[in-house]
């Protein structure tokens, strides 16, 4: 199979010091990303951390298709424990950051302990160096990273950078990487901000060999050709379809659909998109560059699910107003999802749907943590009783848009996810629309043979995560193509995707997490009964935890043991 290669980098900023391990028997079970950020993370965190102490550790890690310059390619992988669900949990971020990454020639680096001061850590192939900026506390990121441009010669391609939000450890807080991709769901920002570190830069030339099929350059070229709506609208492109069959969360998730759409759809975000936005050697372009002549605000985005949070679900009909919302999340470092959703909390609380001002205002004081943003910065599931609100979160994380109580395989998957109400855990919404042309789309009602294909979905998204392969490549991406490009049997992929899950499903048992974790707050057919048979699937027990059999010496055994 192949793997990302490279020792591991771990860096206690406690202590200021770094130290290489070579970690040739992880790498070889792993590929890297996602896989080997669980995997380091399973062995080396205690399985009590606190999410915001210096026993908690953060992991950055690349795949072996960041060696290649593939299309699809441009993405890099964090993990840690999530100071907003509790439990292990990695974010996936795109940009251009991964390719610089790879030149420190590290496969992995961890960032452990806690430092006195705010500092910044710089990762080369030379060393790690520590650098106290005490002037950069409450900076924004761009203002993080015109400093780091400015000091060091590294552009934002080179850094993840953390805002006011992370340093005040907000619990959706990003980690935001060439300035406007983030390392979204979960709050890792957070993790980065209690162990004051404000920036991670990554510089070298000691990319190691990783030799990759020429089947790279085809899947490229169809890439380039092909002809696709996300090419022009991102994946606000399924805004209207959504809205159409009643799958679009709106005004706090008390409705399915939106009379404002046409103000937000797609064709109005393209209309404000002035230029073609890619990843690393992506040529598929599905980013968002937006312009609004008038005001001169620009920003990247918004995509459908900032569309959903601050649009529909807030009462938000004005397409500039939702690019203020999303630029803002991004300056301060938020997660346009989670943040989105926790002020249509509070604007159904105070019955202020619709008000821009408001939101952008609650933006800034959550970032801040000021006034009523002190409270709003700790989520709906935090908070939803004393806002007198539904509590609209699975796991502590708050909802995507592809609702559930319309693609009912979608609820199940929120339900299932280790990390919680994502909906790029096992992508089960195209399925049900369905948006690609897939012979095994189904009935968007009811869960009837769906909890097998709910184990595959979440089984090869961790593949994809690990590889790391964009999940948008789904039309290029076929069983074939990942055996050749990863080296492996198809079915051997899905083996190491689910014990991906596992590991991350056996590491928060042991902080609590079980069957009554795996809720939902709305009903949808037979939902207990395709419960069960995902555990069934999974091999897990009855009350959704790993049975102790499945270790051996700490590791997942084989599926077929
Ligand atoms: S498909 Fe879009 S998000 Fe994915 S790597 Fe390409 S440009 Fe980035």
Redesign the pocket.
């Known amino acids: 199979m192949k793997h990302v290669r490279g020792p591991l980098c771990s860096i206690d900023v406690g202590e200021r010091t770094a130290e290489t391990e070579e970690i040739d028997d992880v790498l070889e079970s792993a590929i890297g990303g996602r896989a080997l950020g669980t995997k380091l993370a399973h062995d080396r965190i205690p399985f009590d951390a606190d999410p915001l102490g210096a026993d908690n550790r953060l992991y950055f890690a690349t795949g072996p298709l960041q060696h290649s310059t593939m299309?699809?390619?441009?993405?890099m992988s964090a993990t840690g424990v999530s100071p907003l669900t509790d439990g292990l949990l990695s974010s996936n971020a795109?940009g251009f950051l991964s390719r610089n990454f790879t030149g420190t020639g590290y496969s992995a680096v961890e960032i452990t302990g806690a430092s006195d001061d705010l500092v910044i850590v710089h990762v080369t192939d030379d060393g790690v160096e520590f650098e106290a900026v005490p002037e950069l506390e409450e900076a924004t990121v761009p203002e993080t990273c015109e400093y780091i441009e400015d000091e060091h010669g590294l552009g934002s391609e080179h850094t993840t950078v953390i805002g006011p939000a992370g340093e005040n450890r907000v619990r959706f807080a990003s980690i935001m990487t060439s300035e406007e991709r983030a390392f979204g769901r979960g709050g890792l920002g957070a993790v980065l901000g209690a162990k004051n570190v404000k920036a991670v830069t990554f510089d070298g030339d000691s990319t190691r060999e990783v030799e990759i099929p020429p089947l790279q350059m085809e899947i490229h070229g169809e890439?380039a050709q092909a002809e696709h709506p996300?090419k022009d609208q991102?994946t606000t492109s399924v805004a209207e379809y959504a809205n159409m069959v009643e799958a679009l969360p709106s005004y706090y998730f008390s409705e399915l659909t939106f009379e404002g759409i046409d103000g937000i759809s797609g064709d109005r975000v393209e209309e404000k998109k002035y230029k073609k936005?890619?990843?690393?050697s992506?040529a598929?372009?599905?980013?968002l560059p937006t312009r609004d002549e008038e005001s001169g605000l620009e920003t990247e985005g918004p995509e459908y699910e900032t569309l959903m949070a601050f649009g529909s679900n807030s009462g938000i009909d004005d397409v500039v107003d939702l690019m203020k919302s999303n630029k803002l999340c991004d300056v301060y470092g938020l997660d346009t999802i989670s943040a989105g959703d926790t002020v249509a909390a509070y604007l159904a609380s105070e019955d202020e749907f619709g008000n821009a001002d408001l939101i952008h205002d609650l933006v800034e004081k959550i970032a801040h943590r000021e006034g009523v943003g002190d409270t709003l910065a700790e989520g709906v599931d935090r908070i939803h009783d004393d806002l007198g609100v539904e509590n609209w979160s699975v796991k502590g994380m708050e909802f995507a848009a592809h609702d559930g109580r319309t693609l009912n395989g979608q609820g199940l998957a929120f339900a299932t996810s280790n990390r919680g109400a994502d909906h790029m855990y096992a992508e089960f919404y195209p399925y049900e629309y369905p948006l690609v042309d897939a012979d095994d789309a189904f009935d968007k009602e009811g869960l009837e043979e769906k909890p097998p294909k709910l184990v595959e979905l979440e089984n090869i998204n961790a593949i994809k995560d690990s590889a790391v392969i964009?999940?948008?490549?789904r039309d290029f991406m076929t069983d074939d193509r990942f055996e050749t490009l990863l080296d492996a049997d198809y079915e051997e992929l899905l083996a190491l995707g689910g014990e991906i899950v596992t590991l991350e499903r056996h590491f928060n048992n042991q902080r609590g997490f079980d069957r009554g974790d795996d809720t939902l707050p709305y009903e949808i057919p037979d939902f207990e009964q395709g419960l069960a048979e995902y555990y069934g699937e999974r091999g897990w027990n009855d009350d959704g935890t790993v049975p102790d059999a499945t270790f051996e010496g700490g590791h997942v055994a084989p599926a077929d043991d």
Not at 71 to 75: D, E, H, I
């Open positions: 299309s699809f390619t441009g993405r795109g890439a996300m991102g936005g890619t990843c690393s992506c598929f372009a599905c980013k964009c999940k948008f490549s």
